[in-house]
């Protein structure tokens, strides 16, 4: 799952949440991932994209923790309306395409 370009400081407090109540430390998940407890240190405070991208994936598929919990409401409702906006732009498009296509067809008549 892609990461928001600019998360919210509050998602890595939902992970550092997860990760208490899984009852793994920064330092367990330094080891499990063989990374330098630094690294995670720095990735579960924003700075380093990719430890951050390995953690939530290790959440996922090792405790099945949904990323969207981790993500929040506020940035699922900015994809969703995101992707609603692309879709209603595309729609927009095709309409378009017909309208051209049966303008077209009528003056074939």
Not at 2 to 24: C, E, H, N
Not at 45 to 52: A, D, L, V
Not at 85 to 91: D, N, P, R, S, W
Not at 96 to 107: D, H, M, N, P, Q
Request: net charge neutral; hydrophobic share 40%.
């Amino acid at each position: 799952m892609p990461l928001p370009t600019d998360p919210d400081p509050q998602v890595f407090l939902r992970v550092k949440g997860a990760l208490k109540t899984i009852g793994m430390s920064q330092r367990d998940l330094a080891k499990h991932l063989g990374l330098a407890p630094g690294v995670v240190s720095l990735a579960l405070s924003g700075g380093n994209e990719k430890t951050f991208r390995r953690i939530i994936d290790m959440l996922e598929q090792e405790h099945q923790i949904d990323p969207l919990q981790l993500f929040g409401e506020g940035e699922r409702g900015d994809r969703i309306l995101g992707e609603l906006q692309e879709i209603k732009a595309e729609l927009h498009a095709l309409r378009a395409e017909i309208k051209a296509l049966g303008r077209r067809f009528e003056e074939k008549k």
